[in-house]
């Protein structure tokens, strides 16, 4: 199983970027997906989730802002991210686990990561 994130770069205060993760592997369909972010000398946090029965998570700093979403068809999972802020640049991680949790260590499956930093 591997998890390919794509999509960070860079961009000024205010704007939106979208990030996206394919999941190889059969494993997708029945898996909750998270989105979690790490910024340089800080713990890994948890960002949104897409539980595999169809709801949604979001941490309290990007409720309103950020958007998750997937297609099973594709084995995709996409968080958009709107109206970003400096505090928002981390490297985003993309997991897959079995546990409806916002706990990284109880995810399975890990992306490489994908860099975002927002200029201010």
């Known amino acids: 199983v591997q998890l390919q994130a794509s999509g960070g770069g860079l961009v000024q205060t205010g704007d939106s970027l979208g990030v996206s993760c394919a999941v190889s592997?059969?494993?997708?369909?029945?898996?909750?997906m998270g989105w979690f972010r790490q910024a340089p000398g800080k713990e890994r946090e948890f960002v949104a989730a897409?539980?595999?029965?169809?709801?949604?998570s979001y941490a309290d700093s990007v409720k309103g802002r950020f958007t998750i979403s997937r297609d099973n068809a594709k084995n995709t999972v996409y968080l958009q991210m709107n109206s970003l802020k400096p505090e928002d640049t981390a490297v985003y991680y993309c997991a897959a686990g079995r546990v409806i949790t916002r706990t990284p260590q109880s995810y399975t499956y890990w992306g490489q990561g994908t860099l975002v930093t927002v200029s201010s």
């Open positions: 592997g059969r494993i997708f369909s029945g898996y909750n």
């Open positions: 897409s539980w595999s029965g169809g709801s949604t």
